[in-house]
């Protein structure tokens, strides 16, 4: 051997090729060290093995005894050694002999593992109860040790993502349970909660899980969309066709970009009640006297009283205020910040049509409503009002609904999902208790009407809110309160602490929750051309009556759907 050749420790003494784990050789990290249940396990890396090409998020497998193996996952890595003095004098490593032997005794590599699941003899996943003994062997997870987590793409479960360093497994998402309960999408601003979303329900749509009423702030799922990275995004109408409808506050707004809308909506004054005006307490900077006074006018002036007080005088006021205990100061006030409301075209004196009725019909035939705002997605007021307005009357609907189908399953409507952007403002701890959508995340699906938030700060929703949403799907944040408010709840929340930090700024998520047996990191699945055919495909196989599994048999490409 040259003296410039590195040595080879593993030529030089070789492994036992008549182990019970030698197939497992290729894939082995290390063995178990220490650790315990609930703070995860501490696993010594074998000598040569870089630290390198380990990351947090990654998936690795347990061998225990009487066929038991622990599915884990990667939450902390570090570099220890055996003797203090190498931190202050650390050798010269430049000899690669003094390198080698440095490596593989005075320092080496450990990772931490939180086991998720404990794989048992009859191949399903169940709950960890128990952890490895010292020395039992880690190795990567192999696509096989995936697949048999999360399971095939069929009926109900749908690809939305790879695992790190797994790129060639998916993870299939159940989308039954995904509509069973509430459900967050979170992230900081730029990492793609919009895609999230709209890869989320192109799912629940094509696969006929839900029908969903989507609120669409800034005309990001309907029509067409603008990718962050420049050109255009199918919108969901173009995806699955007529099991979208498309309503709009602003069809001056959706036919300059060229999208087809089925309705316009407009809203009557005499339609607001002080309900929803109670909703802008934060947005329009609303005293509790102010909202107080909303209820008074509405019992004095009946279904005209938003009209009346924006035209109202001074001596109108005056009289309010000698016949209760209203104050003109208070009124006045009120009346400035409803005066706005004029300049919101969809609000009229009368309404056009009874949108309520026309939404609610397309939902119970089946078809999902986009509901764009165009111009008016840029104020919060109005999107906070409208989406107030049109959720407290179709809950009532369903509600009904679903109390007269009591003891007939096949009358049941199709279950709702309710998509709202900037959540916090609806959900906030000050009035989640009162208003419709913490009524309708408490619920639990009680009336099959479930909700899907989108947010970028959910330490500002309402904790008893939090604890009810099933699955969350959460992009990267940075803010400690926002990851302390997604751990919430969650088994084994402090490792994953540090994985949630780490995600990439695109197209990384961690999913946790309802929906997935355990937290998963996954990159998420492009929205691009494949996935375009792909949600072609499921909606004409669900028209067709065939599955997703017969269309793999007629011959799907590398087992994709396409």
């Excluded at 008549?18 to 197939?23: L, Q």
């Excluded at 178990?32 to 609930?38: K, N, R």
């Excluded at 570090?78 to 440095?102: G, W």
Aim: some cysteine.
């Amino acid at each position: 051997m040259s003296d410039r050749e590195p040595y080879d420790l593993e030529r030089m003494f070789p492994r036992d090729v008549n182990s019970p784990f030698a197939e497992l050789d290729d894939l082995r990290l290390g063995v178990i060290v220490g650790g315990s249940l609930s703070k995860g396990l501490i696993v010594r890396l074998d000598s040569g093995l870089s630290v390198e090409n380990l990351a947090v998020g990654r998936y690795v497998v347990v061998h225990g005894d009487q066929r038991r193996r622990f599915f884990c996952m990667i939450t902390d890595i570090a570099l220890e050694n055996t003797n203090a003095d190498i931190q202050s004098r650390p050798p010269d490593t430049r000899d690669p002999f003094l390198a080698a032997v440095y490596a593989g005794t005075a320092v080496y590599g450990k990772i931490h593992v939180q086991p998720m699941l404990s794989l048992e003899a009859d191949g399903k996943p169940k709950p960890v109860k128990t952890i490895p003994a010292h020395f039992t062997i880690v190795s990567s997870a192999t696509a096989e040790d995936v697949n048999q987590v999360f399971g095939e793409e069929d009926e109900t479960h749908f690809y939305v993502g790879e695992p790190l360093e797994l790129e060639q497994t998916h993870v299939n998402l159940d989308l039954r349970r995904l509509v069973e309960r509430s459900v967050g999408v979170f992230g900081k601003s730029g990492t793609g909660k919009s895609f999230l979303t709209r890869l989320l329900l192109a799912g629940v749509i094509a696969q006929r899980q839900a029908v969903s009423l989507i609120f669409d702030m800034h005309s990001d799922y309907g029509w067409a969309g603008t990718h962050e990275g420049g050109g255009q995004a199918k919108g969901l109408k173009q995806l699955v066709g007529e099991r979208v409808s498309i309503f709009t506050l602003d069809a001056e707004s959706t036919q300059r970009r060229g999208a087809k809308y089925d309705a316009e909506v407009k809203l009557g004054f005499s339609e607001i009640e002080p309900e929803d005006i109670a909703m802008l307490r934060e947005t329009m900077s609303l005293s509790d006297a102010m909202i107080d006074a909303a209820y008074l006018l509405r019992k004095c002036w009946k279904e005209q009283w938003v009209e009346k007080l924006i035209n109202a005088s001074p001596e109108d006021f005056d009289e309010i205020e000698g016949s209760t205990s209203s104050r003109a100061g208070t009124l006045q006030a009120l009346k400035r910040r409803v005066e706005r409301f004029e300049r919101w075209k969809f609000l009229t004196s009368e309404s056009a049509a009874d949108s309520v009725t026309q939404i609610m019909s397309r939902l119970e035939n089946g078809t999902s409503v986009v509901l764009e705002f165009g111009r008016y997605g840029n104020s919060l007021e109005a999107y906070i009002l409208v989406a107030n307005y049109l959720t407290r009357r179709i809950h009532e609907l369903y509600v009904e609904r679903v109390e007269k189908a009591l003891g007939d399953d096949g009358q049941q409507p199709t279950p709702l999902v309710i998509v709202i952007e900037e959540a916090h403002k609806f959900l906030d701890p000050r009035i989640a208790s009162q208003t419709i959508f913490g009524i309708i995340a408490r619920e639990l699906r009680k009336y099959r009407v479930t909700l899907l938030v989108v947010d970028q700060r959910p330490s500002q929703i309402d904790e008893e809110v939090m604890s009810q949403i099933g699955t969350r799907v959460t992009a990267l944040l940075d803010n400690e309160k926002d990851i302390n408010a997604v751990l919430m709840g969650i088994s084994g929340s402090g490792g994953l602490r540090e994985v949630l930090a780490r995600l990439d700024t695109k197209q990384q998520a961690i999913i946790m929750g309802h929906a997935v047996p355990m937290p998963v990191v996954i990159r998420t699945r492009s929205y691009d051309e494949d996935f375009y055919a792909a949600i072609q495909n499921l909606t004409r196989v669900q028209a067709g009556g065939l599955s997703p599994r017969d269309l793999l048999n007629k011959g799907g490409k590398s087992g994709r759907l396409r």
